[in-house]
């Protein structure tokens, strides 16, 4: 039986996005995503996540350039677990979106009308993703001043 990963995102980055680059020069950038989802039934209360991304070769030069805080954004990716040993000692589980497609929505800022889409640009990703181990936890600081 073969398995099925895919997620789909519409969400508002929160910061501007990271770019690095692996030991063997791949650039990967990652940033959080803000997703809203109902609390109640009736869609009235929200809850917002705050979904970890990870981009990499030419979608994450893309999303570098022309991602910017509080900017709507489609993400299609797989859900990714991987674990690490914190300086502490402590085992850590990171859970990310590992992309291959982004899509801009609505606005801005600049020339776009209002919900006018921007494009879409889909990710080189084959097994890049091994590289990312040595970056780090992935951990990635979410502003308080989030505007939304």
Not at 36 to 49: L, M, P
Not at 72 to 82: D, F, K
Not at 102 to 114: A, D, F, I, T, Y
Not at 128 to 146: C, M, Q, T, Y
């Amino acid at each position: 039986m073969s398995s099925f990963n895919k997620v789909i995102l519409i969400g508002r980055v929160t910061a501007q996005p990271e770019m690095r680059y692996t030991q063997t020069g791949k650039p990967v950038t990652s940033f959080t995503l803000a997703v809203n989802r109902a609390k109640r039934s009736d869609g009235k209360d929200q809850e917002t996540d705050f979904i970890s991304i990870v981009t990499w070769q030419k979608l994450a030069e893309i999303c570098s350039n022309y991602l910017d805080k509080g900017r709507l954004i489609c993400i299609e990716g797989r859900l990714q677990v991987r674990s690490y040993t914190a300086q502490d000692g402590q085992k850590r589980k990171v859970y990310e979106v590992v992309a291959s497609d982004m899509r801009m929505l609505g606005r801005s800022g600049k020339s776009e009308s209002p919900g006018e889409y921007s494009g879409g640009f889909a990710a080189e990703t084959d097994d890049a993703s091994k590289e990312f181990d040595h970056l780090g936890a992935g951990d990635i600081g979410i502003e308080d001043d989030v505007p939304f």
